[in-house]
């Protein structure tokens, strides 16, 4: 993982003041922030060698851990398998990353290994590499189902075929392709078989699309391509083993890295956040569901102002108060979430047995979150398995179960995580969890007869229950005895659902259905529901008509999943009973409703309105709250003219957004004019929700805004003109920029107004040195050729005082532009001699490093090379740094970029956290090469107006018109797309490339230890 930094040139003197009470914050209760853990008194070399692995890691106490492989037998392995015979199947990712990170690369490709245990001691002494190929190159996902192996890649997802059993692939066939996220942790991750004979899988939000081997786009449930007009971000998918019938499950998800499928059908797996805003989160993932990553309606990302946003940043990160959002299971802060599994084993302890565990790269864990039924959800709480509690390098990358119920870890090992970051290329281990002493044996099961195979198909290995199942589904009729006999003979309710979905392909479908259905235990009638969604309604109302009654609101909250695009009187009946049954108090429930209710909200809520229901209950306001027809609004109206407190009527406003209607904007000016008079802050939010095209062609409408203005704060003032463009408030902004109110932000939307860059101009001759400054310091960040020429000519204009005309020098490279500018000019010798070291110095702070050097060269013999030399990476490791001092070289160096408790600017990853997701190796590499990892959400990109300004940051959020790209400093840059040439992403990071070497190396051992104290609480 790479955290980006920049001290970017602020020459205000409040600069000085900033840093002083920054400082001042930290300096208090220094002793809680900052010290560090050592591994005994092994040096850094020491801690990395395989005879102390297990040093480094702390188990659950009524367990062990061993190592079962190490390097040199592999290296880099991302994910893990185990087949019906105990082996461990193994993809590498050697060649990560190579064009961000400048690693080497084995030019005959990545490797799938097998690892086997021959002697019986525990550990791995044979290894055979099953495939090798140039085109293998980091693979994220490998799944062993007999003689088939499936290999997640983006673009592809491969199956390769031992046809005859020698542990060598024969043929390889491409299964999908088309999927985005080609060297990328957001691509395409591991399939993993359900116990309904099916495949499960996902990818994180570089995926975008599926195609078939034949490079069609592949169809959805609703026979819709599956891609970006339909779906967004990360999405998780059900398909049979052959790769038809390709359902969506679930989407908008940031990159759910592995899916997990419990016995009963249910469906879980976790989901990363935007580094540094300790938002991962653990999903039970309701079918078809929307899981908040974007804006449901707008596209436009977390951070995006908007109505009755959430307080907490964790839960602002997934839309959490949006109508339309499933709820979050859990959120565990800051991370890099990996793999996971549902154990359903029994050799662990009772409180990991059918629970998930999960790998968090991040802060080096393992890790079960037992789940408790809570109303129509779940809650859920955190018990550590494994934890690298002193070794940072512990990275465990994926979990998997082996045919004895023992777990295996894979373990990256490395210095960082994500950001398409590799510090070490050399190392990965895989360790076994089991009770101690418990030997490694795996007994080979007969599936000779269908009563063995069902033994089989109740192991906790998910390779020999596919065998089983795909043994039972040969036999046909001839199994149907044995596994009648399992459903209803087996007091572990979890074996009982398996024979359940074996059932389901026999000829007794339809009577275990039934007796599924009226099963006393509430998880198998909820399975009964996901089986019986899959047939025509016609098959199942009737059924459907007794859970409607159920008294356990999980499994009409299945029900209600299962309505979901049934255009059907009955079942819009049907789904009225269920919203009539809503407590006003269950989230869960409610989004259920939503799934169910969707594109076809009219016929769903007249329904739900003809029944005996109460207008002012929490219930009623929630369901239309939920709605998404032109029917809530004269409901959601009424809550808006009721003398409830806006605090309480934020959600409705926001409501508005989801509801197609072209009835909002006069109904919201008419409420505004009339039950809000006198209600400023209840109008302001209002008029928010007004289309733009509306207030600009209804005199009415303009007319309420311009009431407003006078009203407002600042920054709601330049919102509104900026959105409404309201060049008519020219003069007001041009006297916000000349008392530096607001200046920046002021100056970016006057040249955005009709006639404000002609007013800016005006000013600049005519205004006093005080006003020409302020105007100075509010455009040099815009880099317009408007701006460009202005402090050009300021420079150059010996009418002015020379410290306007220096300060416009200091100026002209404090943007994208402006620094291409100043290499224009200084190489055309177009910069007076005595201006040449001012108008360099402009470009001293920008991330790139070429502009830094050629500026720098025509200073001549002025210039003095005080780059820093510093020792080897081993050598600093072994130097102890002062993490008092560091603070103080962190408010210098990098607070212009990064917060640290939420003091500092907020543009590149917040580093609160960052000391349990990096060691010290991974934070001297990510300064001295912040290039060699950028993390994903944080990538350079350059966008270029079709009118020819260029500017460089980082895209906070982008839908098809607009796009809000933060800018070194902190400051925000809307645009158009309409009016944008090209948007570009950059190979290189934001931070600077160099910056380690303006500072010492004392400095730079003073802040990593800083860093490192920057734990999770």
């Known amino acids: 993982m790479n955290w980006t930094s920049s001290k970017k040139p602020f020459l205000l003197t409040a600069l000085s003041l900033f840093a002083l009470l920054f400082a001042s914050s930290f300096y208090k209760n220094q002793s809680s922030r900052w010290g560090q853990v050592l591994l005994d008194s092994l040096t850094e070399s020491q801690k990395r060698q395989t005879e102390n692995a297990l040093k480094g890691l702390k188990i659950h106490p009524e367990l062990e851990i061993t190592l079962f492989a190490s390097e040199p037998m592999l290296q880099n392995p991302t994910n893990i398998d185990v087949d019906?015979?105990?082996?461990?199947?193994?993809?590498?990712?050697?060649?990560?990353?190579?064009?961000?990170?400048?690693?080497?690369?084995?030019p005959q490709g990545d490797r799938v290994l097998i690892l086997e245990d021959t002697n019986g001691d525990g550990k791995a002494d044979s290894r055979k590499i099953f495939y090798q190929s140039p085109e293998l190159n980091a693979p994220l996902g490998i799944a062993v189902l007999d003689s088939m192996v499936i290999v997640s890649q983006s673009p592809y997802i491969w199956k390769m075929f031992d046809d005859n059993r020698d542990g060598k692939a024969d043929r390889k066939e491409v299964m999908f392709q088309g999927i985005g996220g080609e060297q990328h942790d957001h691509g395409a991750h591991a399939f993993t078989f359900g116990p309904d004979g099916k495949l499960y899988f996902n990818f994180g939000n570089e995926g975008g699309q599926l195609l078939d081997a034949q490079g069609k786009a592949v169809l959805d449930q609703d026979g819709d391509p599956i891609g970006p007009k339909k779906y967004k971000q990360g999405m998780v998918f059900r398909c049979n083993v052959d790769g038809s019938q390709v359902e969506v499950l679930g989407h908008n998800f940031r990159n759910n890295y592995e899916v997990a499928v419990d016995s009963y059908g249910g469906l879980w797996q976790s989901d990363n956040d935007d580094d540094g805003?300790?938002?991962?989160?653990?999903?039970?993932?309701?079918?078809?569901?929307?899981?908040?990553?974007?804006?449901?309606?707008s596209d436009a990302g977390w951070s995006a102002n908007r109505t009755n946003i959430e307080p907490e940043i964790p839960r602002r990160h997934w839309h959490l108060n949006d109508p339309g959002v499933v709820p979050n299971l859990l959120q565990t802060g800051s991370g890099s979430p990996t793999g996971m599994i549902l154990y359903e084993g029994n050799l662990l302890p009772k409180a990991f047995q059918n629970q998930m565990i999960h790998c968090d790269a991040g802060p080096n864990v393992v890790r079960s979150?037992?789940?408790?039924?809570?109303?129509?959800?779940?809650?859920?709480?955190?018990?550590?398995l494994v934890e690298g509690v002193n070794d940072q390098w512990f990275r465990p990358a994926d979990v998997t179960t082996a045919p004895d119920g023992s777990v295996f870890i894979a373990d990256w090992y490395d210095p960082g995580?994500?950001?398409?970051?590799?510090?070490?290329?050399?190392?990965?281990?895989?360790?076994r969890v089991a009770p101690?002493?418990?030997?490694?044996?795996?007994?080979?099961?007969?599936?000779?007869?269908?009563?063995?195979?069902?033994?089989?198909?109740?192991?906790?290995?998910?390779?020999?229950?596919?065998?089983?199942?795909?043994?039972?589904?040969?036999?046909?009729?001839?199994?149907?005895?044995?596994?009648?006999?399992?459903?209803?003979?087996?007091?572990?309710?979890?074996?009982?659902?398996?024979?359940?979905?074996?059932?389901?392909?026999?000829?007794?479908?339809?009577?275990?259905?039934?007796?599924?259905?009226?099963?006393?235990?509430?998880?198998?009638?909820?399975?009964?529901?996901?089986?019986?969604?899959?047939?025509?309604?016609?098959?199942?109302?009737?059924?459907?008509?007794?859970?409607?009654?159920?008294?356990?609101?999980?499994?009409?909250?299945?029900?209600?999943?299962?309505?979901?695009h049934i255009n059907d009187t009955q079942a819009d009946a049907l789904w009225a009973q269920l919203a009539q049954q809503h407590t006003g108090q269950d989230r869960w429930y409610l989004e259920a409703l939503g799934i169910g209710a969707d594109g076809l909200w009219n016929s769903r809520l007249n329904a739900y309105l003809a029944l005996s229901v109460n207008p002012s209950s929490a219930a009623f306001q929630d369901v239309v709250w939920r709605s998404r027809t032109e029917n809530a609004l004269p409901y959601i109206f009424t809550v808006l003219k009721s003398n409830q407190a806006l605090a309480q009527k934020l959600r409705y406003f926001r409501a508005l957004d989801f509801i197609p209607s072209d009835k909002k904007s006069s109904m919201l000016i008419d409420l505004i004019s009339t039950n809000f008079q006198g209600q400023t802050e209840a109008q302001l939010i209002g008029l928010r929700h007004i289309n733009p095209t509306f207030i600009a062609s209804n005199a009415d409408a303009k007319k309420v805004l311009r009431d407003l203005l006078p009203k407002t704060s600042e920054v709601e003032y330049l919102e509104l003109v900026e959105k409404y463009e309201l060049a008519e408030?020219?003069?007001?902004?041009?006297?916000?920029?000349?008392t530096g109110k607001q200046s920046r932000k002021a100056g970016s939307i006057m040249y955005k107004l009709n006639g404000g860059a002609a007013l800016i101009a005006k000013t600049f001759q005519t205004g006093n040195e005080d006003q020409q400054k302020a105007i100075v310091e509010s455009i040099r960040w815009i880099g317009q050729p408007s701006t460009l020429s202005l402090l050009y000519d300021a420079m150059n204009q010996k009418n002015l005082s020379m410290s306007i005309r220096k300060e416009a020098a200091r100026s002209l490279g404090n943007s994208a532009n402006g620094e291409n500018y100043v290499l224009d000019i200084l190489k055309n010798k177009k910069v007076n001699a005595e201006f040449?070291?001012?108008?360099?110095?402009?470009?001293?702070?920008?991330?790139?490093?070429?502009?830094?050097?050629?500026?720098?060269?025509?200073?001549?013999?002025?210039?003095?090379?005080?780059?820093?030399?510093?020792?080897?990476?081993?050598?600093?490791?072994?130097?102890?740094?002062?993490?008092?001092?560091?603070?103080?070289?962190?408010?210098?160096?990098c607070s212009m970029c990064h917060q640290v408790y939420q003091e500092g600017i907020d543009f590149g990853p917040k580093l609160t956290e960052i000391g349990s997701k990096l060691s010290k190796d991974g934070m001297f590499v990510s300064i001295i090469h912040p290039n060699a990892g950028i993390n994903f959400g944080f990538e350079t990109y350059e966008i270029l107006t079709k009118s020819g300004e260029t500017y460089q940051g980082?895209?906070?959020?982008?839908?098809?018109?607009?796009?809000i790209l933060k800018l070194p400093g902190g400051m925000v840059q809307n645009f158009k797309t309409s009016a944008l040439k090209s948007v570009k992403q950059l190979p290189n990071s934001m931070m600077p490339e160099g910056l380690a070497d303006a500072m010492s190396t004392t400095d730079l051992v003073n802040l990593v230890e800083y860093l490192t104290t920057l734990k999770k609480k």
């Open 436 to 564: 101690k002493g418990h030997a490694y044996q795996v007994k080979a099961m007969p599936i000779n007869t269908p009563e063995n195979a069902i033994l089989a198909l109740e192991n906790p290995n998910l390779a020999q229950r596919y065998l089983a199942f795909k043994k039972l589904m040969s036999w046909g009729k001839s199994a149907e005895a044995a596994l009648e006999k399992s459903y209803q003979n087996n007091s572990n309710p979890r074996m009982k659902a398996r024979a359940f979905w074996a059932l389901m392909k026999t000829s007794q479908a339809q009577k275990y259905l039934h007796l599924a259905a009226k099963d006393g235990l509430a998880d198998i009638r909820m399975m009964a529901i996901r089986q019986a969604k899959r047939a025509p309604f016609s098959q199942w109302k009737d059924w459907a008509a007794v859970w409607v009654k159920d008294e356990n609101p999980q499994v009409r909250r299945e029900l209600a999943i299962a309505l979901r």
């Open 954 to 963: 980082i895209i906070s959020s982008k839908n098809e018109t607009d796009i």
């Open 836 to 893: 040449i070291p001012s108008v360099v110095e402009s470009v001293s702070r920008t991330w790139r490093k070429a502009v830094r050097m050629e500026a720098n060269s025509y200073l001549g013999g002025n210039i003095q090379n005080t780059k820093t030399k510093h020792p080897d990476l081993n050598t600093l490791l072994g130097q102890k740094g002062n993490a008092q001092a560091g603070i103080k070289v962190f408010v210098d160096q």
């Open 369 to 384: 979150y037992p789940v408790k039924a809570q109303g129509a959800g779940f809650e859920a709480s955190v018990l550590p």
């Open 277 to 297: 805003n300790k938002g991962v989160r653990i999903n039970f993932v309701m079918e078809h569901g929307n899981y908040g990553y974007r804006d449901e309606m």
């Open 729 to 738: 408030e020219k003069d007001k902004i041009l006297h916000m920029i000349l």
């Open 417 to 431: 995580v994500g950001g398409h970051q590799a510090g070490d290329q050399t190392k990965g281990r895989i360790y």
């Open 84 to 106: 019906a015979q105990g082996r461990i199947w193994v993809v590498e990712a050697y060649n990560y990353r190579p064009n961000i990170n400048g690693n080497p690369t084995n």
